[in-house]
């Protein structure tokens, strides 16, 4: 999630985020991710280290919906609702990166093993989840860069770095393959290379990726990258879906904006712009990541997960998430969306706040 220049930071439990200078008909296989669409979660899983593995569990509304069941009633059965419950959830893997000048992504000896990514993905699947598993990347050095700036001035370089980092991802790949996960993102947020790196490496990268897991495969950007041209690779159809990692600011100072307004600044600047990219690539999109802090000033560098002059306002926290989900949930070009995050996550924490019900809203009520 890292998206600015001016408050960046190493990664605490969620690296911070990128500089801010960021029908035809329904897709085949919309239905499909639809029905159980792609939106989630409480945290089950995190382990802060080099490589870390979350897992966002939600659960709100089952045990009242199970209740319903077994009321006895002497009227008529009433006709079935479908409802777009959140049944996702997401693992998130972190490689790590040396410096700027290192084409090596390693692990450490505090890395969680492929077991342990298998033993999550079977628990989640025991609760009845299906499972998208993305890595993030962690950069050691300097102290203020993140995926986006990694870079390398030749190709040979680039070429290492690509190689390495398949090399390392790989065994969780498998371990997502063997544990029947459905959904497997490539890389996140890896600005530069994304829009740099030849088109060749990337194209090799979601070969690799494709011959050794069968289920739904990603590349989850930057909000920055929608203000950029495509880069063809994107194209490639193995690639069923891009995802975006949704932090673009909606006002550019600290001010509290009007709730009642949100939903149609969210709108102007967020929904059509990733309407306008799935529409150019032909493909849907999915909101791999998103948050608002509990802030009254949520709504500037979104990414930030604490305000220094705004205090808590957990109404304008629930807002912002009101309108993204208002926004997203009837848009045929977004087909999913997972927040950040349940707790653990600094400022970003649903749990216990207004927004969790309103997540809760959004995810057990009947969608036309």
Same mark, same amino acid.
């Given at each position: 999630m890292h998206k600015g220049n001016e408050e960046k930071n190493v990664y605490t439990s969620r690296p911070l985020a990128p500089s801010p200078h960021k029908k035809p008909g329904r897709f085949t296989y919309i239905s499909k991710f639809k029905q159980y669409t792609l939106l989630?979660?409480?945290?089950a899983l995190l382990i802060l280290t080099s490589w870390q593995v979350f897992l966002y569990v939600k659960t709100m509304s089952n045990a009242s919906l199970a209740k319903e069941d077994k009321t006895v009633s002497s009227r008529p059965t009433p006709p079935v609702i479908h409802y777009q419950r959140p049944n996702f959830e997401a693992g998130i893997v972190f490689p790590q990166w040396s410096s700027n000048s290192? +084409?090596?992504?390693?692990?450490?000896?505090?890395?969680? +093993?492929?077991?342990?990514?298998?033993?999550?993905?079977? $628990?989640? #699947?025991?609760l009845g989840y299906h499972v998208f598993v993305a890595p993030l990347m962690?950069?050691? +050095?300097? $102290?203020d860069?993140? $995926?986006?700036?990694?870079r390398f001035s030749t190709y040979q370089? *680039?070429?290492?770095?690509?190689?390495?980092y398949w090399k390392t991802w790989e065994p969780y790949a498998v371990a997502a393959a *063997? @544990?029947?996960?459905?959904?497997?993102?490539?890389? +996140? *947020?890896?600005?530069?290379?994304?829009? #740099?790196?030849p088109p060749g490496l990337w194209n090799t990268l979601i070969t690799r990726m494709r011959s050794v897991f069968p289920g739904v495969l990603t590349y989850n950007m930057n909000w920055t990258s929608l203000n950029q041209p495509a880069p063809g690779w994107l194209s490639n159809t193995q690639l069923a879906i891009i995802g975006v990692s949704e932090y673009q600011p909606l006002t550019n100072d600290h001010r509290r904006v009007d709730p009642r307004n949100i939903f149609g600044l969210w709108k102007t600047r967020i929904k059509s712009a990733l309407d306008a990219f799935s529409l150019h690539l032909r493909k849907p999109?999915?909101?791999s990541e998103i948050g608002y802090r509990n802030s009254a000033d949520t709504l500037y560098k979104s990414w930030v997960p604490y305000s220094t002059v705004?205090?808590? &306002?957990?109404?304008?926290? /629930? /807002?912002?998430?009101? @309108?993204?989900? @208002?926004?997203?949930?009837? &848009?045929? #070009?977004?087909v999913g969306i997972f927040f950040w995050g349940w707790d653990g996550v600094d400022g970003f924490k649903l749990a216990g706040q207004p927004a969790a019900g309103v997540l809760n809203h959004w995810y057990t009520s009947p969608q036309s």
């Open positions: 989630f979660l409480i945290l290192s +084409t090596q992504v390693r692990t450490n000896v505090s890395t969680p +093993t492929p077991q342990s990514l298998t033993a999550g993905i079977r $628990a989640a #699947h025991a962690g950069v050691d +050095t300097p $102290a860069q993140w $995926a986006g700036s990694i370089e *680039e070429a290492q770095w690509f190689d390495s *063997e @544990a029947g996960a459905d959904q497997l993102a490539i890389g +996140t *947020e890896l600005a530069w290379l994304q829009q #740099h790196a999109m999915i909101i705004s205090q808590p &306002d957990p109404t304008e926290q /629930a /807002a912002a998430c009101d @309108a993204a989900l @208002a926004n997203v949930i009837p &848009d045929p #070009h977004i």
